[in-house]
């Protein structure tokens, strides 16, 4: 078989004969709906109308949904009763739903890395699955709408991110039941949006907004609402509002700082618990019960969590340095927090330079034998 291919970063794509390709069978481009010129040579029910289209979307998402849109997209020849027809379908469903999680989580990680062509192709293919799972109009598409406008933030679309900003809201309104998160995390995206195209009065409202919403879930003090904290104090330095913008950065420094130090804790004092009971086991050869109670200190955080905060502490820790020098005391807790964050994403090694440098801040600051002194000293003696 003489198959005309073209190699895209390794992959051999099969050209398509587009003479001998029957009319009725439209073969459009997964990342634009284009006549799809080449094939995805693994699952074959892949399409794309350019080497370039092809390769963002293998790298953006495709290559982790290849085998599963390969079962979800070939026509099923098998006969069977009724029964066994709804069985495929449930089964098919099940595909999809998978495709759906798999595309928002690479979509948030292409995000959070600043590759957003990337992030546009998985978290396209979030948005195609939702709508044929759930339809069209339902709350259960926001966060694939979400995803592309944020993407189409990062790539400066931001007409493109207004449209799919304004499905979102639609979708929301038609729903009263949606869960705040949703809403919040709604609100903070609008606020982006106005706040890089200069309307900056607007972008605080929905911003206030993000805050109002996930506070009603944990209350204002909670990890929550620190990124809508985070762009609200950015929308004041863009105005030269900076004592106002400090304080906000440091509501935002004390929430992570007090989540982190309880965290921490309870990570430590479980691992211990494990060590012991291990012990205990090998003792009379049961396994004690214990009952664990659990709340948002033991949820850990998404890895895609931990990237995005260590970015917004990192430049609050920057604006620090630039408005009150490196060695005052709000710098010495930026950094503080930095390097409890440091520890908790496994980077020991950066967290022991930060909270090295935060214990010689803190000895000229407060003196050798203070409260901070003695808690850095502790934390690193327990955690590095
Ligand atoms: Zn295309
Ligand atoms: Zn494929």
Redo the contacts with the bound molecule.
């Keep these: 078989m003489h198959n005309h291919t073209k190699r895209v970063n390794g992959v051999d794509y099969i050209i398509v004969n587009t003479l001998a390709n029957p009319r009725k069978q439209k073969n459009e481009?997964e990342?634009?709906g284009?006549i799809g010129l080449l094939q995805c040579p693994t699952c074959r029910v892949t399409y794309?109308?350019?080497p370039d289209?092809a390769l963002i979307d293998h790298l953006g998402i495709h290559q982790n949904i290849c085998l599963l849109l390969k079962e979800i997209r070939t026509p099923s020849t098998a006969m069977g009763s009724e029964r066994d027809r709804l069985k495929r379908e449930h089964q098919k469903e099940k595909i999809v739903l998978t495709i759906i999680e798999t595309s928002k989580r690479e979509a948030m990680i292409h995000l959070v890395s600043n590759q957003f062509e990337q992030a546009m192709a998985a978290a396209l293919q979030a948005q195609r699955n939702s709508i044929q799972l759930f339809g069209s109009d339902r709350v259960e598409l926001v966060p694939a709408y979400l995803l592309l406008a944020e993407a189409s933030m990062g790539l400066e679309s931001y007409e493109q991110a207004e449209s799919y900003l304004a499905k979102a809201r639609y979708n929301v309104l038609e729903h009263p039941d949606c869960q705040n998160s949703l809403r919040s995390r709604l609100h903070r995206a609008w606020g982006r949006l106005m706040l890089v195209t200069g309307r900056i009065d607007e972008a605080r409202e929905e911003l206030a907004e993000d805050v109002y919403y996930s506070s009603l879930d944990h209350g204002p003090e909670h990890i929550d609402t620190t990124a809508g904290y985070f762009h609200l104090a950015n929308s004041f330095r863009l105005t030269n509002q900076d004592i106002i913008a400090a304080t906000i950065y440091d509501k935002v420094i004390n929430i992570w700082h007090a989540f982190l130090a309880e965290s921490l804790r309870r990570i430590l004092e479980k691992s211990q618990q494990r060590a012991m009971r291990k012990g205990e086991k090998t003792k009379d050869g049961n396994h004690p019960e214990h009952k664990e109670e659990s709340d948002e200190f033991d949820e850990l955080l998404e890895d895609t969590q931990v990237t995005e905060v260590i970015g917004t502490i990192t430049r609050i820790y920057q604006f620090r340095q630039a408005t009150t020098g490196d060695n005052s005391v709000e710098t010495t807790r930026a950094l503080h927090c930095l390097g409890l964050l440091n520890i908790y994403a496994g980077n020991g090694e950066d967290a022991a330079t930060q909270l090295s440098v935060t214990m010689e801040n803190y000895i000229q600051l407060k003196g050798e034998d203070s409260e901070e002194v003695n808690r850095v000293r502790k934390e690193m003696e327990s955690y590095l």
Aim: glycine share 0%; hydrophobic share 10%.
């Design positions: 481009c990342m634009c284009k794309y109308c350019c289209h």
